[in-house]
């Protein structure tokens, strides 16, 4: 039998050994703390939904940031801001941190923001070209008919079937999303009423948005539309966009609100960030700051 003095070393042992453990090997005391097992959960910051496109053949997904106010009012009806590059891996993320902080410190009107997810990027952003070098880019080029089709004819209905929406529109995107944003506003102008490009690929089909720039202006006739161009320090980018920002001068309808912003410290790969923060202050601010 084990007299007490013995039992009580083989306590104090035991208690050391434990205490060794836990400073050698704190896992494996941590195993043993339930808070520790406790799974973790997603980090929601939207909702998302597919659309199954006739127009395209193909089943799109689409990315949807709602601000606050949308679920603190039942009665809230917000407008609409559409991006192209709006996948989870490309710009949706940013932009939404955009409007939530811009919404949230009362710089910008809530909106609906919904990213459009790629699928053949450099097909559907492209309008119909001429050359050869163009055609190199990818496999398809020149789907930018289908693309607005599918917008206008199959992502609108199912963004205002789903959500509480006004009828107030607008689109935003960099690079060849910029290209698309600008052949939008001059082919089907009343598709949105506000149109935000940042470094526009205006180098597609030899320039040609910017050689017909004074036509197509001429053609949008009386409508009251919003235009907002950025560019960066990339030489050829901000020379044709302010090339076009020329043709505005000289040729913009008085109902074109329109605004050019040049930022030259920036790159191609930079600029979008810092331009949609300019642009949503400017072109969206709240009620009783206009």
């Not at 206008?152 to 963004?159: K, Q, S, Y």
Request: with cysteine.
């Amino acid at each position: 039998m084990v007299n007490l003095l013995t039992a009580g070393r083989i306590r104090l042992v035991l208690l050391g050994a434990a205490a060794a453990i836990a400073i050698v090997c704190p896992a494996a005391v941590a195993q043993t703390d339930p808070s520790r097992t406790v799974p973790a959960t997603p980090l929601v910051i939207g909702e998302t939904f597919t659309v199954e496109s006739k127009v395209l053949g193909e089943t799109r997904r689409v990315n949807v940031y709602l601000p606050p106010s949308y679920a603190a009012s039942a009665a809230a009806r917000l407008p609409v801001l559409y991006m192209p590059d709006g996948g989870m891996a490309e710009d949706f993320l940013h932009v939404a941190g955009l409007v939530q902080v811009s919404a949230g410190n009362a710089t910008m009107r809530p909106f609906v923001l919904v990213g459009i997810e790629n699928t053949q990027r450099r097909r559907d952003l492209t309008g119909p070209t001429q050359h050869d070098d163009d055609r190199k880019i990818a496999p398809q080029v020149g789907g930018s008919a289908s693309f607005r089709t599918f917008i206008r004819a199959e992502l609108m209905p199912a963004v205002t079937s789903r959500y509480r929406t006004t009828g107030e529109t607008a689109i935003m995107g960099e690079s060849l999303a910029g290209l698309f944003v600008l052949e939008t506003l001059f082919l089907e102008p009343d598709l949105f009423d506000t149109y935000i490009a940042f470094d526009p690929s205006l180098w597609w089909n030899r320039n040609d948005l910017v050689t017909t720039a004074a036509r197509r202006l001429s053609d949008l006739g009386n409508r009251r539309k919003t235009l907002y161009l950025a560019s960066s320090g990339e030489e050829e980018l901000m020379q044709l966009t302010g090339q076009l920002a020329g043709h505005l001068r000289k040729s913009a309808p008085p109902t074109l609100n329109w605004h050019y912003e040049a930022m030259p410290t920036e790159t191609h790969a930079t600029i979008y960030h810092p331009a949609a923060l300019a642009a949503l202050r400017r072109l969206f601010k709240p009620e009783n700051q206009r």
